[in-house]
């Protein structure tokens, strides 16, 4: 049985900073590609940022790009994502989510399991 849970979410202001983690169990997050999308209110849920299995590829939607980071630490299979300079149109709810593979994936089809999210909201 593989459980994701994020946490860190929060209300915090324009230029502000959070971080978010995701705590896996059930599969080990140096196995398997892993990845962070993100879900606002009526709209679809868009990548955000990826990695491969061995963490050596990582790469970020334009719209992060230079503002946020991926990071895990194996021994705790949890991941990290650091978010700097956050704007309003961040606000939304954060999925952190475990690939069925090793290659590094940007769709969300190439997921086989998602956490519950956890909101982000950043007022201006």
């Known amino acids: 049985q593989v459980q994701l849970e994020e946490s860190g979410g929060g209300l915090v202001q324009a230029g502000g900073s959070l971080r978010l983690s995701c705590a896996g169990s059930g599969r080990t997050f140096s196995t398997y590609a892993m990845g962070w999308f993100r879900q606002a209110p009526g709209k679809e849920r868009e990548f955000v940022t990826a990695a491969s299995w061995s963490g050596g590829m990582i790469v970020y939607a334009n719209s992060v790009k230079g503002r946020f980071t991926f990071s895990r630490d194996t021994a705790k299979n949890t991941s990290y994502l650091q978010m700097n300079s956050l704007k309003p149109e961040d606000t939304a709810v954060y999925y952190c989510?475990?690939?069925?593979?090793?290659?590094?994936?940007?769709?969300?089809?190439?997921?086989?399991?998602w956490g519950q999210g956890t909101q982000v909201t950043v007022s201006s």
């Open positions: 989510a475990i690939a069925g593979g090793r290659s590094i994936a940007t769709i969300r089809e190439r997921y086989d399991y």
